[in-house]
Each structure stands twice: as structure tokens, then as C-alpha cells.
């Protein structure tokens, strides 16, 4: 496996061989007093096993402990999701609405507090996640139905023609200013990467051509 970005490197400690009915953990965490909390917490529990950096791609389960979502948090999750192995579940202190939403089309199944990731959490939460199952807390997850449903209705407007979100229109409304790529990128703090992908979501899902013929959709249909 390669090495994780070196501020959300991988650990566990020492690699040990995985023990039959054992659900097998690794853990990756920028802040190392992070990481060595929930390892520790973990260490001592016979239902766990925790792999170090060397056989982490075996895991069944990888636990991501942050403070918050950033766009090198998110290229993690990504990678990890590409693993068929693992399943990733998320330890984080802050997570708002958007924040949670980008983080399960990262592919993550389950989500818990860090004010709340105590020895019997985290373990239900590894556990959960090992059993292919997924854990979200009830406000998060009446936050995500409430955010999903919205963008459901906008989907289409009462005159039958697609919308955009937020952060669409606002992206392209830096286009219509002329902006480039990494000058909307540091106006919206948001990754090049990101920028992209979101024009090009745009112009995939109203079957436009580039981000002039979004642009000019957009501002026939009032849209920006």
C-alpha cells in the first residue's frame, strides 16, 4: 500500500497476524495524539485486531480520526473506498451537513463524534463497520435526509429545467468573471482538483459542452 499523505499517515502499531473471529482495524490519523488515543483504546479489546502500516490494506475496517474535512482528508477517503477490502468509517470532532454529505460519497459507512469515541464506541463502531454495516448518529443522519431531499426538489425547477447548487453557481459564476481554475480554487478554498470536477459534474449532467456553454445556460435560465 502506499504511504498515506504524510500530515494522515497510517499506523497501529506493530502488524500482527490476524486472529480467527477477530475483526482486523487499521488506523490513520494526522494528529499522532490522536492516533495513539484511539489505539490504545482498541489495543486491549480480544475482538480487534489492529494492523500496522505495512498490512493496513487487509483491514476490514479503517478508521479515519480527524478534527475536520479537508480536501487532503477527502483524497484518503477516496483512496480508501478504492480498496474492495475495507470499509471506511470516520472519527471526527466537527463534521456540519455539506461536510457530511461529501464524506459518504467518499464512501465512508459510518461516522462517530470524537466527544463521544469511547472504548465501547469505537469498538461498536469497528465492529459494525467489519460487519458490513453502517452507523451514523440520529441528528447527522436526520441532517443528511433533510440536506438529500432538498437537493431532490431543486433538482428541477418549475419551468422543467435543471438547477444548480450553491456551490455550483457559485463556481460558475467566478467562470463568467473570467477566473480561472486556481483563481476559483482560492476564492472558494476548495482544491484545483475539486474546481473541476464540480464544472465538469455541470456539464456532464445538462449535457453541455465546456464551461462557456454552461456559463451562457446559466445565464439564459437565470441560474447565476
Known sequence: MSRAPAHVRSTAGTSRSDRPGR???????????????VVQQLRSRPEVDLLGEA????????????????DDV?????????????RTGLVVGTLGTGALQR???????????????DQDRLLHLVLAIANGEGVLPGDLLGKLLTHVGGLQRSAIDPRGLS???????????????GL????????????????KNVLHEINTRL???????AVGYALRNGLI
Open 163 to 177: 438547477t444548480l447548487t450553491t456551490r455550483e453557481a457559485d463556481m460558475l459564476r467566478l467562470v463568467s468573471e
Open 55 to 70: 498490512d493496513a490494506e487487509r483491514a476490514q475496517a479503517s478508521l479515519v480520526v480527524v478534527d475536520s474535512v479537508d
Open 103 to 117: 464524506v459518504i460519497e467518499c464512501g465512508v459507512v459510518a461516522v462517530l463524534r470524537r466527544t463521544e469515541a
Open 207 to 213: 449535457q453541455l459542452r465546456n464551461r462557456a456553454h
Open 74 to 86: 477527502a483524497a484518503l477517503l477516496h483512496r480508501l473506498r478504492h480498496n474492495t477490502t475495507t
Open 180 to 195: 480561472d481554475t486556481a483563481e476559483i480554487a482560492r476564492k472558494t478554498a476548495y482544491s484545483e482538483r475539486t474546481v
Open 23 to 37: 475483526a482486523t482495524v487499521a488506523v490513520y490519523a494526522a494528529d499522532p495524539v490522536l492516533r495513539v488515543g
